[in-house]
């Protein structure tokens, strides 16, 4: 072997074991995060949140089973027509300033038919690391916006907006449903925890834009707009 076939082997193993070391610390980063997840937050079945929500709260939080998957689901009664909830929750654009633990929000191919492929980044409370994921995304208009991960971090990320009028047409009834598969390092009991942490806020900045969207326009107003 000659000199510059070593020079690229060398640096060809270099390249590997630098991409083994970055995996070995975001899954030794995210075993951390989700083991200081499991200790912080105090044991609350999705039974008992979904029957306090039912008491009065604006917002409900627990768990359904869909198919073989178990999802956390979140719902809300926002004071704005669907079509106002609809453009906040496709506004990639303007997405990380809009949900509180996403960083930034590409969308990286427009398939036509309301099919997009859309490149997250996310932070989640308390994590030690970012994560980022590649969702295929499929839009009905006013109604729901679907997706499912086609490549990046976790092993499986499926989920919706549902968007109902309520109200006659003047409220939306809102959720939000997601599962997560974390693979080996991040059992479920794990990042559904994790979610009950981050989704009410989500949920809550969904809930303030379109509200303060929705309001009726003043002269010299600074209330802010869906774009």
């Not at 089973?65 to 689901?73: R, T």
Request: glycine share 8%; net charge positive.
């Amino acid at each position: 072997m000659d000199a510059e076939s070593l020079y690229t082997s060398a640096k060809m193993f270099k390249q590997a074991a630098l991409d083994y070391a970055s995996s070995l610390a975001k899954l030794s980063l995210a075993s951390a995060l989700a083991l200081g997840v499991f200790l912080a937050v105090p044991v609350v079945s999705a039974k008992q949140e979904l029957a306090s929500a039912s008491k009065g709260q604006q917002m409900t939080l627990g768990e359904q089973q869909i198919g073989k998957k178990s999802y956390v689901v979140s719902t809300m009664v926002v004071n704005a027509r669907p079509e106002v909830c609809y453009k906040i929750c496709t506004d990639y654009k303007n997405a990380a300033t809009t949900f509180p633990t996403l960083k930034t929000c590409q969308v990286v191919q427009d398939k036509g038919g309301g099919s997009k492929v859309i490149k997250y980044v996310t932070h989640p409370t308390g994590a030690f690391t970012d994560y980022s994921y590649m969702l295929e995304v499929k839009e009905t208009p006013f109604q729901m916006v679907e997706w499912n991960r086609i490549g990046g971090d976790f092993k499986a990320i499926d989920g919706y907006w549902k968007l109902e009028p309520a109200q006659g047409g003047s409220k939306t009834l809102v959720t939000y449903a997601t599962f997560v598969d974390g693979g080996l390092f991040m059992p479920q009991v794990l990042i559904k925890r994790q979610f009950r942490i981050d989704l009410p806020p989500c949920m809550t900045a969904l809930k303030t834009k379109a509200e303060s969207s929705n309001r009726p326009r003043v002269a010299g107003s600074t209330d802010a707009s869906v774009e």
